[in-house]
C-alpha cells in the first residue's frame, strides 16, 4: 500500500516535472520567437529616402526663387528652366565682359570670384530662411567636394578672360558636352549611346561654327588663357554630376546648395588669396574704382545667383547634360548678342 502511494506520488512529481519541463520549453519556444522578431525589426533596413533624409515629406518638389516647378508638367518645367537660364546669363555674360573692361582689373580674375561667392553666400542664406525646411540634407563631406570644384570652374573661368575675350571662352565651353558625358560615366555609371554621343558632338561643332560664323568675331588664343578655361572644363565636367547625383539622393534644395557650397568656396578662395598675398593689391584697386567693380560685381553676381537656380533646377529634374546644353546655348546666344558692344 505504501509502495503503491510512493509509486503513484513519484509519477505525479515525474508528470509535474514534464509538464513543466514542456511549459519551459514552450516558453522558451515563444521567448526565442518574440526574441527573433524582435531582432528582425531591430535590423531591418528602411528605404533610401528614410535612411538618408528622413524628415523630406516630398521628394519631387523643386522649389526656384519661391516657384514650385513641381505643380507643371515636364515640358512646362523645361520652358521655365531654359528660359531664366537664357535670361539671366545673357545679362551674367555682359556683366562679365565689363568688368573685366575696366582698365587694370584683369590680373584681379581671382577677388572676383571671392567677392562673387560672398554674394551668392548671403543671397543663399537669405533665401534659405525664407523656406520651411532650413536643415542641411545633402553631408558636409559632399559639400567640400563641391566647394573646391566650384571654386575651380569660376575661378579659373573668371580668370581666364584676362588672356581670352568672351566669344574665345564661348567656343571651349562649347565643348562642355563631351566632359560632362566622360563624367556621367564614370561618377554616376550612365550609358550613352551612339545617338546621344553623335548629337553632342554635332551641337558642341554646331556652336562653335555658329561663334566663328560672325565675322566680328576675333578669337584670341593665349596659351595661359587656353590652359585656365582647359582646366575648368575638367573642373565643369565633375561637379554638375556630383550635383546632380546629391541633390537626387539627398534631395537637397537649390538654396542649400548654393550657400553651403560657395561660402565653404569662399573660406577656400580667401585662404589662397591670403597666402598667395593677391589679396591686398586687389582690395586696393577696387577701393580706388568701387562702383565699376563692386557694384558691377554685386548685379553681376545676382544675376548669376538666379542663373544657377536654374541650371540647379534642370540637374534636378532632367540631369547634368541637358542643364549644360541649355547653358551652352545661353552663352553662345549672350556671345551673339555682346559682339555688338564687345568686338574685340
Not at 565633375?238 to 568656396?265: D, F, P, R, T, W
Request: glycine share 8%.
Amino acid at each position: 500500500m505504501d509502495t503503491a502511494l510512493s509509486d503513484r506520488g513519484q509519477n505525479k512529481r515525474e508528470e509535474q516535472k514534464e509538464d513543466n519541463s514542456t511549459k519551459c520549453s514552450d516558453l522558451g519556444i515563444m521567448d526565442l520567437k518574440f526574441n527573433s522578431s524582435r531582432k528582425y525589426i531591430s535590423i531591418s533596413v528602411p528605404s533610401k529616402s528614410q535612411a538618408m533624409s528622413p524628415h523630406i515629406k516630398s521628394v519631387d518638389d523643386v522649389v526656384v526663387l519661391g516657384m514650385n516647378l513641381s505643380k507643371f508638367n515636364k515640358p512646362t518645367q523645361f520652358f521655365v528652366c531654359v528660359s531664366g537660364v537664357f535670361m539671366f546669363y545673357l545679362i551674367y555674360g555682359y556683366l562679365q565682359e565689363l568688368i573685366f573692361s575696366v582698365e587694370g582689373f584683369k590680373p584681379f580674375g581671382w577677388y572676383l570670384t571671392l567677392v562673387q561667392f560672398g554674394f551668392y553666400s548671403v543671397f543663399g542664406l537669405i533665401e534659405l530662411q525664407l523656406i520651411q525646411d532650413k536643415r542641411r540634407r545633402i553631408p558636409g563631406k559632399t559639400y567640400m567636394i563641391i566647394a573646391f570644384l566650384t571654386v575651380g570652374t569660376m575661378g579659373l573661368s573668371n580668370t581666364s578672360l584676362g588672356y581670352l575675350n568672351y566669344p574665345t571662352q564661348v567656343i571651349f565651353k562649347c565643348c562642355k558636352l563631351i566632359p560632362v558625358m566622360i563624367g556621367g560615366v564614370f561618377i554616376q555609371g550612365k550609358r550613352y549611346n551612339i545617338a546621344d554621343v553623335s548629337a553632342a558632338l554635332c551641337m558642341s561643332l554646331g556652336l562653335i561654327w555658329f561663334t566663328l560664323a560672325d565675322s566680328t568675331v576675333a578669337p584670341n588664343f593665349n596659351l595661359t588663357g587656353v590652359v585656365l578655361i582647359s582646366l575648368a572644363l575638367c573642373a565643369d565636367a565633375v561637379i554638375g554630376n556630383v550635383q546632380e547625383k546629391a541633390m537626387k539622393l539627398h534631395n537637397g534644395s537649390n538654396s542649400e546648395m548654393v550657400l553651403y557650397s560657395y561660402s565653404i568656396g569662399f573660406v577656400y578662395i580667401l585662404l589662397g588669396l591670403t597666402c598667395t598675398s593677391g589679396l591686398s593689391p586687389a582690395v586696393t584697386f577696387c577701393s580706388k574704382h568701387p562702383v565699376q567693380t563692386y557694384g558691377y560685381a554685386f548685379f553681376f553676381s545676382l544675376t548669376g545667383y538666379f542663373g544657377i537656380s536654374f541650371v540647379l533646377a534642370l540637374i534636378k529634374i532632367f540631369g547634368a547634360l541637358l542643364a549644360v546644353t541649355a547653358i551652352n546655348a545661353s552663352r553662345t546666344y549672350a556671345q551673339w548678342h555682346a559682339t555688338g558692344i564687345y568686338p574685340d
